[in-house]
Structures are given as C-alpha cells and as structure tokens.
C-alpha cells in the first residue's frame, strides 16, 4: 500500500509502525510465557518493547535500503548512461565509443532483483543491436545514393552486408539481359561459376533469402573460397518484384539465427540502388552508341582515345589506330537506297567487331568512316589487323532481291610511338592520310603510316 510518493519512505514506515506493533504486543505475549502481570504490563517494559520495536523496524529498513537502494540506485545510473549515450549515438552515427558491456548491470542473484538485472542487460543489447542496424541501414543508403556506376554500388554494397553479418566472402550477381554477370567479388575465387548454382536460381524464382549450412563431415570438393565455410547465404534483390540479381555470401563460423530478418532491412534500399545504378549503366550506353551500328559514338569514342593515349604516353607502350571507309558507299545509296545502305553499314560494323581483339575500340568516326583504337598495337600489328578486316569484309555481302552486293573498304592506321605525334588527334590524322593513300591506290587495301611517311 502506498502512503506516499517515495517508495522507501513508504517502506520505513511500514517496517517502524510494524516494529511498533510488535512492540507494542510483545509484552501481552510474554503473559503467556508465565511473567508477572506488574512487569509485563508496566510502563517501563511498554516503553523498552516500542523501542526495541522501532529500532528493529529502522534497523530492517537499513538494511532493506543497503541490499535494495543500492541495486536500484545503479539500474537507476545504468539506465541514465543508456540513455545519454541513445542520445549521443542518434546524432553522431558513432558506435565505436560506447559497448553493451559498458552499461550492463552483474547479474549475482536468483530472485526478482537479479531477473530485472538480466532483463535490463537484455534490453541493453536489444537497443545496442537496433542503433547498430540503423546506423548501418542509414551508411548503406547514403553510400549506395551517392553512387550510380554499377560496378561501384555492387562493390559498396558487398563490403558493408559482409560486415554487418560477419560474413567472410561474398559476390554480387546482377541480371544484364538475361545473363548473371559477376559485378562485386571478395574473397572468392572462378566468382562466374556462382551464377550456375542452382541454389542461385531457386534464390531468383522465390525471392526468398536461403541458407545452406555445410555439415562438418562434409568435404567441399573445388572450392571457390580459400576458407572451409561453414554456412553460404542466398540473398535475391529485386525492385517492384521484378528479379535484378543475387547476393551470395559464405561465412566460416555460420550466420546469426536472425541474419534473414536483418537483411530484410537491407533489401529495399539494395533492389532501389541497383534498379537506378542499371538504368544509369543503360543510360550511359544509350549515348554512348551509335543507335544503327551499336559501336561507340564519336563522342564517346573520341574520350576513350583520349583516355587510351594518355595511357600509352605514361606507360610508353604502343598504341595504334586504323581508319575504315567503306569503297563506293555513295554509289550504293544512290542504287539502292538509304535503307540498303543502312544494312550495309550494320554489317560491316558487326564484321570488323568481330575481327578486332578483346580491348580493342570500334567507333563509327563519320557517315560510312570507322575508326579502330588498337591498344598495345605497332604499326606492323595495325597492318595484320587491318588485313584480316579487309579479307573478312570482301567476303561479306548484303543480299538485296536477287542481288548480292559486295562490299569492300579501304583502311588506313597509324601508330605510337612510330609516329612521333604529340597528341590522339595527330595520330588519327596520319590514319586518315594513310586512308587517302588506299583509296587513291586502287581502294580494298590497306596503307600504314610509318616514320612520318606512308608505308605502302
């Protein structure tokens, strides 16, 4: 029963006035034990009973207040420092200064005292764990909307899931056009190899995060990881339901019993983030091709020349390039008209695409002018290239009705540093030079520039 508003007060009350009743029956109760009548019932002995009634009574209440207020006193500080550093946390993003050990309460008794010890400890860690995963859902976001490359987010993404879960390697797989392609890899060997899991694919179809725990005794034949993981995570991401990717992640020491519940959080921020960065990456390639043959712009083929002769100067390593004309293509036109000739250009941007070497730049310079950047690529280099894209365009037709039209160009290529140039723009006017030198020699040939002058 309460009496007041302060609980000991109500205590020490409670603990006098029922010393006090003690006392004051004490001394009917000795009757009972045979003592006269005058000494039990005297006021001396009345008095001497109240008293040892009120000092029992304060003396219970010290005690009760060392043993209890003291307990209650550190929950009472405990829960303050929680809260001031709840407060300091939600401003600052900053977790590294405070741990849940820090604000825990010793846990040294089995009764109510040491159940609401444990339960305050409980709830330290709850709040410890929920500010952890906003502050790291709220990092995420913020990382992931700063950045629209693909590679970029993939590569931002994996790093922060695998050090929320504590997961040791991971891979990012992403949809591009039906194809699962590797955009983030750590820790993980033939990454590519992942995209044929079926654990992947079920991953896709459900939408559904899946963990597959490896038994002990299991040996794990070719493995894609230098460890021996003990648990791999399946995580699909999506955007508005439709399927963009796969994250797949392995732990060594197994993965938290709410890890899936943990990860919901991450999802929808992911999905969103892959969603833009893929419309970015389409955006990027929407201007950066050209819309009939599909190869680079001269915009944007023109900056990777610009970047790849910088390269080649800093490295001092060759770079070439070779200028395409295609022979006759105004007679073309004007036989057969723009749509033919439109066809033909396709054509022959797919022939030459598919002669040049992996790193190798196509780019449609002008009309029916093509120009290749050749990496690492001399001037006799630029000569074989050229010739097997002269051969393999001659034998190339485009059939129109009955009639079979032949193609044929003529090239002209440059090379640095045979050609002492100081500048890509130098080179690609050697090139050109040299491609006046075909057409003028018969055009369906192949001319290079070499030492400042044309080599026939």
Known sequence: MRLTKRIFFDLAIWMVGFGLLIGLSFPFFVLLLGVPVDTAISPSFFGACLGAGALAGCLNFSFAREVVGKRVQLLAERMKTVGDELREMTYSDDL????????????????????????????????????????????????????????????????????????????????????????????????????????????????????????????????????????????PVSHK?????????????????????????????????????????????LAALDPLTGVYNRRFGLGRLHEEFGRAVRAN????????????????????????????LTAVAGVVSSILREGDILIRYGGEEFLAVLPAASSEDTRAIGERVRRAVEETSVVEGDQAIRITVSIGGAAYPNQNVESEASLVELADEALYAAKQSGRNRVEVAHQGAVLV
């Open 96 to 235: 590294g200064k405070s741990t849940p050990t820090n604000c825990y309460i010793v846990v040294d008794s089995d009764d109510e005292i040491g159940h609401s010890a444990r339960a305050f400890n409980n709830l330290v860690t709850a709040l410890t764990r929920s500010m952890q995963t906003q502050t790291a859902i709220r990092a995420f976001n913020q990382m992931l909307s700063s950045r629209l490359e693909l590679d970029t987010v993939a590569n931002g993404a994996l790093g922060q899931l695998l050090d929320h879960i504590g997961a040791t390697a991971g891979v990012v797989l992403v949809d591009m056009g039906g194809t699962l392609q590797v955009q983030a890899s750590l820790g993980v060997r033939l990454a590519e190899t992942i995209a044929d899991s079926d654990h992947v694919s079920t991953a896709l179809r459900s939408g559904s995060t899946e963990i597959v725990e490896i038994p002990a005794g299991v040996e794990i034949a070719g493995a894609l990881v230098d460890f021996r993981p003990k648990a791999v995570l399946f995580m």
């Open 241 to 285: 339901q439709v399927p963009l990717g796969v994250v797949v992640m392995a732990s060594a020491s197994g993965f938290e019993a709410n890890v899936k519940e943990r990860l919901e959080l991450f999802r929808h921020g992911l999905g969103l983030a892959l969603n833009n960065a893929l419309a970015h990456d389409r955006l990027q390639r």
């Open 317 to 344: 390593s060759p770079l070439a390039v070779a200028m395409l004309d295609i022979d006759h293509f105004k007679s073309v036109n004007d036989t057969y008209g723009h749509l033919v000739g439109d066809r033909i």
